[in-house]
């Protein structure tokens, strides 16, 4: 460290590690902490579906809005700096949250930590990328990171049933008092950014407002579509408005010399299905988790405790998963693994199909949950890896954000069309035919992206290398050579890829 910057624990990589895997946890805990509570939270403050599927996906879709954005200022203004004010609007929000008793501010609140998050995961990404060295190092490290999520996203379906067994409240002061804690040694235990010489790239301000406002009105027409009409002047209203922000923005982004999001990017087939892939998964499963929470409760009276225990054996089920799947990875190539994974997502989710007023859990949903783990895990993994695969390393960064954003969107999207079945279906009080409804839509999402798969992945082996470099939309096949990236190190890349994310 030079001598003139502040003393810090910057060389302790493994504190670093700690800190900015402790605020993934809590960021992506944030995604399904929710679901349990939300019973809880409409008889305390009376709210109304609209508002309380709002509660999920706000926060899911701020923080897939912009996420890019988020991306693009860590690289201007310094990753560090980005990554503790980031944390400390989230810390405060949180706190805000559990305080407030009305519904409109506690969406507010939700939707406020969302873009905090946005601009959290792409800083700590990007620290972890600099402060571990390239090979061995950095690649435990991803591992860890990414693990690390994923066990986020499982605690959360569990945590969310005990904390709200003791009062719903707790899951807004929980994550504030962790939060608060990475805050206070963030500074200590992460190296300070590295001063900024020559001139500081534009920032794509325009190119960020009009992605955001267009995402943002496409999600409004569709939650409220069902209580307004599907051609009632306010549901055209937003969804025209939505398509015309969103071509905006691929207008401003073809003429800007530094754009928020290149779409050359896009010239890869293997990247542009992954993604597709991603947004797909996404509304079936997060979808899914909102609709199956609410029918554990609603339906067969279970507690908010007792649902979330119900949830740990698919937890567990996609934890066995995102490790046994670069096996069949490494043997049969992204495409054989994303298949399977969506059609077994899409199998348990269709399982749900059977169930009733007073279903039997060992016999009826423990099935169905296994699967749906079972698929999630391994789908999960296998369109991640797609999503790199054959980029550029300048454009990694923008690569991982563009399919983290697409699960956020996705899950934002999944949540409102299965509040708007719920709702279209079966009014204020939905019937069991609802639910049924409902579990049906989110499994075509798996046969959306199943097919997608299947059609864009490219050949089975391409992307381990076990082709060589050109494998037929593997790492460096057409995707690859579209981006002008036929090297050979592609494959070893993605096959280190693979193991990190295991």
């Known amino acids: 460290m030079p001598d003139t ?23 992506s805990m944030d995604v399904s902490l929710m679901g349990v509570a939300l019973p809880e939270i409409k008889q305390d403050l009376g709210l109304g579906p ?23 200022a860590a690289d201007l203004f310094g990753r560090r700096r980005l990554f503790f004010w980031a944390t400390a609007v989230f810390a405060l929000v949180s706190l805000a949250g559990g305080l407030v008793s009305d519904g409109t ?4 609140s939700r939707v406020i930590k969302g873009v905090a998050a946005a601009f959290i995961a792409p800083a700590a990404m990007s620290i972890i990328t600099t402060t571990f060295k390239e090979g061995p190092e950095r690649t435990r490290a991803m591992g860890i990171f990414s693990l690390t999520g994923a066990s986020g996203y499982a605690a959360g379906l569990v945590f969310s049933g005990v904390l709200t067994e003791l009062h719903w409240r707790l899951i807004f002061f929980v994550p504030f008092v962790v939060a608060s804690l990475v805050l206070a040694v963030t500074n200590y235990a992460v190296a300070p950014d590295q001063p900024r010489t020559g001139e500081r790239p534009g920032f794509d301000a325009a190119g960020a407002l009009t992605a955001t406002a267009g995402v943002l009105l496409l999600v409004l027409g569709l939650v409220r579509a069902p209580e307004v009409g599907w051609g009632s002047t306010a549901t055209l209203a937003s969804l025209i408005a939505a398509v015309v922000l969103l071509v905006a923005f691929v207008v401003i982004q073809q003429r800007r010399t530094d754009p928020l999001l290149p779409l050359r990017i896009f010239r890869s087939r293997t990247l542009s299905t992954a993604n597709t892939v991603g947004l797909v998964w996404a509304c079936a499963t997060i979808g899914w988790q909102f609709i199956a929470l609410l029918y554990l409760q609603q339906v067969l009276g279970y ?3 007792q649902a979330g225990l119900a949830i740990v054996p698919m937890a567990a089920a996609i934890l066995l998963a995102v490790n046994l799947a670069p096996k069949l990875i490494n043997r049969s ?8 994974g969506l059609l077994l997502q899409g199998g348990g989710i269709l399982l749900f199909l059977r169930t009733g007023t007073d279903s039997d859990y060992l016999s009826v949903l423990l099935p169905a ?55 279209g ?17 989110a499994a075509l999402f798996s046969a959306v992206g199943l097919v997608a798969a299947a059609l864009g992945l490219g050949a089975p082996k391409g992307v381990t290398g076990e082709d060589g470099p050109t494998g037929e939309g593997g790492a460096t096949g057409e995707g690859g050579a579209a981006d002008g990236d036929a090297s050979a190190e592609a494959p070893a890349r993605t096959a280190d890829l693979q193991e990190g994310r295991a």
């Open 303 to 305: 507690s908010a405790l």
């Open 425 to 441: 279906v079966g009014g204020a009080s939905p019937s069991l035919s609802a639910y049924h409804w409902a579990f049906l839509v």
């Open 50 to 72: 609209e508002t309380l599927q709002w509660i999920i996906s706000g926060y899911a879709v701020a923080y897939g809005g912009f996420l890019l954005l988020g991306g693009r």
């Open 369 to 423: 949950l296994i699967v749906h783990g079972l698929g999630n895990g391994t789908s999960f993994l296998a369109f991640n890896i797609a999503a790199v695969s054959g980029v550029k390393n300048e454009d990694q960064g923008l690569a991982t954000a563009l399919v983290t954003a697409a699960l956020q969107l996705g899950g934002g999207i999944g949540v409102a069309v299965g509040a708007a079945v719920l709702t």
């Open 333 to 340: 190539g992204l495409r054989p693994a994303a298949v399977l």
């Open 5 to 27: 910057a502040p003393r810090t624990l910057g060389a302790h990589k493994g504190l670093a590690l700690l800190v900015l895997c402790a605020q993934l946890f809590l960021d």
């Open 105 to 108: 501010l506690l969406v507010v």
